[in-house]
């Protein structure tokens, strides 16, 4: 598709498709000619769907309360949880990376670092699963059960979330509920609203990424155990294959936008008010780009790629999911020994934007 048709036009999803990484970048690096405002703003204004002037705000007041040292001084809790969820199957001799440890990690992490007592983490989880779940099938009955769901999820979380806010509005502790509160710019805080539908954003976006980011990398390294072999011998390496895997099976394989004039592309015309959707899983492979693109190369250098989207809306968790990543593989690593995929049929997540496998089995 790159090659042959880099832009090209979907008649059934009416949406225009990218797949070069130069299209990819300059859709990316141009947010007044392609909005984020791709109509799933009606469901609440969030960071990812705000065009300029807004998302400059609210992204420099969020900026302040998720610094890379509040994500770095992270590295004990993740390096002391990691090792609680092994410790559970240590005995066991196999695990399911996705259920065992790719999950819970960033639930458990992101519900500590919002100030969410551990009394209630099973709770919060239910929430946050129900939030991010898809359907099979894609019938308007499964449709409407899931947004059902989901709606009723997203409820009970804000609820909770208020709750917080109060006790924290009396009572300001060490967590991130308590630093938005606080986040001021020129005398303006954020409103209560935004702090609440902050919050959901982070669980909607950070959780199953992260899960599908670790998942992706213990996958790699079995259907290639050249570089589980490579990593174990230089530990060093985990960084840039965490990189690497972020290029070569990136857990968001496309980004939408929405055109705000008529622009050209790729020799097309793409009309004003028009879908696009800028296919990062095709750019981090553009031979353009990368040398030797089909190939996993462990310590890719220079590694450019859009994994975490580019520009204004780059992702804000990537420092806090590169951390996680890097540790649990560390961890994983150094605990088990010759880690093998146990041969089943991988189910993909329901999703056309998302890489990643349900359930991943290993010995
Ligand atoms: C934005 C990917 C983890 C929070 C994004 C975008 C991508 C992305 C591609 C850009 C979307 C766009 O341009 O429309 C990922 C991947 C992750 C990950 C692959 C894990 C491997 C996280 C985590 C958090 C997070 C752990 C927070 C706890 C956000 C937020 C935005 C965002 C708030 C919106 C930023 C903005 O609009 O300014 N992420 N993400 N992400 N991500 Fe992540």
């Known amino acids: 598709l790159r090659e042959k048709t880099p832009v090209r036009y979907d008649e059934d999803r009416q949406s225009w498709d990218v797949f070069r990484y130069e299209d990819v970048h300059r859709i990316l690096k141009d947010p007044a000619t392609f909005s984020s405002r791709r109509g799933l703003e009606v469901r609440g204004e969030t960071l990812l769907t705000m065009d300029q002037p807004k998302h ?15 994500i770095n001084d992270l590295a004990p809790r993740i390096t002391s949880i990691t090792n609680e969820l092994l410790d559970q199957v240590a005995s066991r001799g196999k695990m399911d990376i996705v259920y065992d440890l790719a999950t819970p990690l960033p639930v458990i992490v992101i519900a500590e670092l919002l100030g969410v007592p551990a009394k209630d983490r099973m709770l919060f989880k239910d929430w946050s699963d129900t939030m991010v779940k898809g359907v099979e099938d894609n019938t ?31 009572k300001p502790e060490d967590d991130l509920v308590s630093a938005l509160l606080d986040a001021e710019i020129d005398g303006d805080k954020l409103q209560e609203q935004d702090i609440l539908r902050f919050c959901i954003l982070l669980l909607v976006a950070g959780n199953e990424t992260t899960t599908n980011l670790i998942t992706n990398a ?53 009309r004003e008010g028009q879908q696009v959707v800028s296919w990062v899983g095709a750019a981090n492979r553009d031979p353009d780009k990368f040398d030797d693109p089909e190939t996993f190369h462990t310590d890719r250098k220079p590694n450019a790629h859009m994994g975490f989207g580019f520009g204004i809306h780059f992702c804000l968790g990537a420092p806090l999911a590169r951390l996680e990543a890097q540790i649990a593989l560390e961890i994983l690593l150094t605990r088990f020994t010759d880690i093998e995929f146990e041969k089943t049929s991988l189910t993909p997540i329901p999703s056309p934007f998302v890489f990643g496998v349900k359930s991943y089995p290993v010995t």
């Open 140 to 170: 308007d009955t499964a449709l409407a059960h899931m947004m059902a769901e989901r709606d009723k999820a997203e409820a009970e979380l804000v609820q909770y979330f208020l709750k917080i806010l109060e006790e924290r509005r009396k």
């Open 218 to 270: 213990t996958r790699l390294m079995t259907e290639q155990p050249a570089i589980q072999d490579q990593v174990r011998q230089q530990p060093e390496l985990v960084k840039s294959m965490v990189e690497e895997t972020l290029r070569y099976y990136p857990p968001i394989v496309a980004i939408g936008r929405v055109a705000t004039q008529d622009v050209e592309i790729g020799g097309q015309l793409i």
């Open 56 to 70: 400059t705000h609210m992204r420099n007041l969020v900026n302040k309360a998720f610094t890379p040292k509040a």
